[in-house]
Structures are given as structure tokens and as C-alpha cells.
């Protein structure tokens, strides 16, 4: 599994330096989800046009996953950066670049088994 997060850290990373940083880059395990991981993304980048921002960023997880991982990910989800639960999210976790790691907690109205944050922030055009 931690080979896996190290590959979505490098995504994020990628598409950090390639688009614009990320508000939200996480992988949540949901109670309901039959061990298949949903990746939860925020940017600003995302806001213009969601349907190309999803394109990008499954077409760089396919670059960086091999079939064993990719049959892993259930979906990916845009979370809009004025959502209250992503506000409350941040204030929970606060990481860039790295890995924050938990279990059993409820975020976004759903039970999470386990999640592995990537980068979770504040949005600093909003924080002005």
C-alpha cells in the first residue's frame, strides 16, 4: 500500500508543479467501498473546467499506477473550494507534499476506514 501512496504523492506532486497547487489531494477508503480508494482533489486549477481537469489527472495516474493499482481506485472526486466540509477538513489536517494517515473517522457526510492526505490547505487566495 505505501508503494502505492509514494506514487500518488508523486502525482500530486507532478501536477502541482505542472498546473497549480492542490487544496486537496487525498485517498479516502470508504466503509461502503469495497476496498476501492476514491482520490478527492481541490484547486483552484480545477474550478474552470472540471470535465479537462478530470482528464489530466486521470491521465497522469495513468502514467504513474500499473494495472494492480489502478483496479485499486474506485473514482476520482472534485471537491469545490467553498464546500464547509472542506474548511472543517482542513482545520482537522493540515500537511503539503507529505502523507498524514487516518482511520475510522467521518469526513464529507461519509464513514472513512482509512485515508491517506497528501496535501491538505488552506486555499491562500482565499486566507486574503
Given at each position: 500500500?505505501?508503494?502505492?501512496?509514494?506514487?500518488?504523492?508523486?502525482?500530486?506532486?507532478?501536477?502541482?508543479?505542472?498546473?497549480?497547487e492542490f487544496n486537496?489531494?487525498a485517498l479516502f477508503?470508504?466503509?461502503?467501498?469495497?476496498?476501492?480508494?476514491?482520490?478527492?482533489?481541490?484547486?483552484?486549477?480545477?474550478?474552470?473546467?472540471?470535465?479537462?481537469?478530470?482528464?489530466?489527472?486521470?491521465?497522469?495516474?495513468?502514467?504513474?499506477?500499473?494495472?494492480?493499482?489502478?483496479?485499486?481506485?474506485?473514482?476520482?472526486?472534485?471537491?469545490?473550494?467553498?464546500?464547509?466540509?472542506?474548511?472543517?477538513?482542513?482545520?482537522?489536517?493540515?500537511?503539503?507534499?507529505?502523507?498524514?494517515?487516518?482511520?475510522?473517522?467521518?469526513?464529507?457526510?461519509?464513514?472513512i476506514k482509512h485515508?491517506?492526505?497528501?496535501?491538505?490547505?488552506?486555499?491562500?487566495?482565499?486566507?486574503?
Amino acid at each position: 500500500m505505501m508503494e502505492m501512496i509514494d506514487k500518488f504523492r508523486e502525482i500530486e506532486s507532478s501536477l502541482s508543479q505542472e498546473k497549480g497547487e492542490f487544496n486537496l489531494f487525498a485517498l479516502f477508503l470508504r466503509e461502503d467501498s469495497a476496498n476501492k480508494w476514491d482520490l478527492l482533489v481541490s484547486a483552484d486549477w480545477i474550478v474552470g473546467n472540471k470535465s479537462d481537469s478530470l482528464q489530466i489527472i486521470a491521465k497522469k495516474i495513468q502514467e504513474y499506477l500499473d494495472k494492480k493499482d489502478l483496479v485499486n481506485l474506485s473514482r476520482i472526486v472534485l471537491i469545490e473550494d467553498d464546500n464547509p466540509a472542506l474548511e472543517a477538513f482542513h482545520r482537522a489536517i493540515s500537511v503539503e507534499h507529505g502523507s498524514a494517515e487516518i482511520q475510522e473517522s467521518t469526513f464529507f457526510g461519509l464513514h472513512i476506514k482509512h485515508a491517506f492526505i497528501i496535501t491538505s490547505r488552506k486555499n491562500t487566495a482565499e486566507a486574503r
